[in-house]
Every structure is written in C-alpha cells, then in structure tokens.
C-alpha cells in the first residue's frame, strides 16, 4: 500500500506544479484578483475528476480480466510518465500570462480542467492501470493512490496561489526549478517500474 501512496503523491505533486493550463489560471487569478480566487481555481479537479475516474472504474472492470489490453494500456503510460519526468527536469518556469474569461472563478478553473487533455490522458494511461494493480492487493491501497494524488494535487495548486500572492517571481526562482527537477527524475523512475511491469504482464519478462 506505501508504495501506491508514494506513487499517488509524486504524480499529485508533479501534476499540480507543471506547467499547464490550469496552473496558468490559477496565476493569473491570484496576480489578477487575489489568492482566494488563485484557490478557487485549484480546487477545480474535485468537481471535474469524479466523472472521469467513475467513467475509469467502469472500463477497468472489464479490462480486468485481460493482462494483455492491461499491458498494452501500461505501456503508453510509462512513456507518458518519462516524457513528464524530462520535460519537469528541464522546465523553465511558468508564463503567468493568461487571457481573461470573464466569470466565477471556480467555474473557469472547472471549464479549463473539463476541456483539458491533461487528466484524460493521466487517468486512461496512467491512472487507471495504478488503480487496477492496487485493486489486486486490496482496497486500501486503491484509496491511498487516490488520496495521496489529489491531495498533493489540490494542495499543490493552493501553495503556488498563496506563494504567488506574496512573491510573483517565485515561479522564475531556483525553488521551483530545484523542485521539479526532483519530481522529474521520481516521475522517470516510476516510468521505468511501469515500464517493467507492463513487460511482465504481457509476457516479455
């Protein structure tokens, strides 16, 4: 079960300081408008997230019963997973710059996330297979990966509004850079572990 947890918290903690759609809207609402707004955005994936998990859960039980689809779905993953490990290792910081949408602040962080490919992607090539495996060991462990993703995930997300909010260069700084670059190179390793795995399960080890 340690070691879905730990696997949900590096992505969690990868996912919400990437670059990305969302984390620009969440700069942009902080620098904009104030922190409060910057949180309301972070706090988006908590709506847009169930439907696609639900809709996860519904095709994994039927993939259940075949290694080989769960492989072949693994495989893409682990190299989604590397490409996110290099691409963290050698960001160069986040653009604030975002157009404005005019609205409820939540609302944009929920449309932005809604039209994402980002957690699409996560889920189906990622997501999904971490769960299907934790399944097999026990319940717990399929909670732990869930939890230990959103809550680095959210709370990720609400540490850069409120860092933002008291220092806007904070996201140019050797901070961030040196933190990425360590969620980076855990991202890569885990790509490996998946990589081998899914080596496993279709038969090639």
Same mark, same amino acid.
């Given at each position: 079960m340690l070691h879905f947890l730990i696997f949900g918290i590096t992505l969690g903690l990868s996912?919400?300081?990437?670059p990305g759609p969302l984390l620009s809207l969440v700069? +942009?609402? %902080?620098?904009n408008n104030n922190v409060t707004s910057g949180i309301k955005v972070a706090l988006a994936p908590l709506a847009t997230? @169930? *439907?696609?998990?639900?809709?996860?859960?519904?095709?994994l039980t039927r993939l259940s019963q075949s290694d080989i689809l769960?492989?072949?779905? %693994?495989?893409p993953g682990s190299a989604l997973l590397? +490409?996110?490990?290099?691409?963290?290792?050698?960001t /160069?910081?986040?653009?604030?710059?975002?157009n404005k949408i005019s609205g409820n602040t939540f609302l944009k962080g929920i449309l932005v996330n809604l039209f994402s490919l980002h957690p699409y992607l996560f889920w189906f090539t990622i997501g999904? *297979?971490?769960?299907? /495996?934790?399944? %097999?060991?026990?319940?717990?462990?399929?909670?732990?990966?869930?939890?230990?993703? +959103?809550?680095?995930?959210?709370?990720?997300? @609400?540490?850069?509004?409120?860092?933002?909010g008291r220092a806007k260069n904070f996201l140019n700084g050797k901070i961030y850079h040196y933190l990425m670059r360590i969620i980076g190179l855990s991202l890569i390793i885990f790509s490996l572990i998946l990589f081998l795995e899914a080596l496993t399960i279709l038969g090639f080890i």
């Open positions: 996912a919400g300081f990437s700069i +942009y609402e %902080t620098i997230d @169930v *439907p696609i998990i639900l809709f996860t859960f519904f095709v769960l492989g072949i779905i %693994t495989l590397f +490409y996110l490990g290099i691409q963290n290792i050698f /160069k910081g986040e653009n604030s710059r975002q999904a *297979p971490a769960i299907s /495996k934790a399944r %097999t060991i026990s319940f717990a462990a399929s909670l732990a990966f869930i939890l230990g993703f +959103y809550i680095c995930l959210i709370s990720s997300k @609400v540490l850069i509004a409120i860092l933002v």
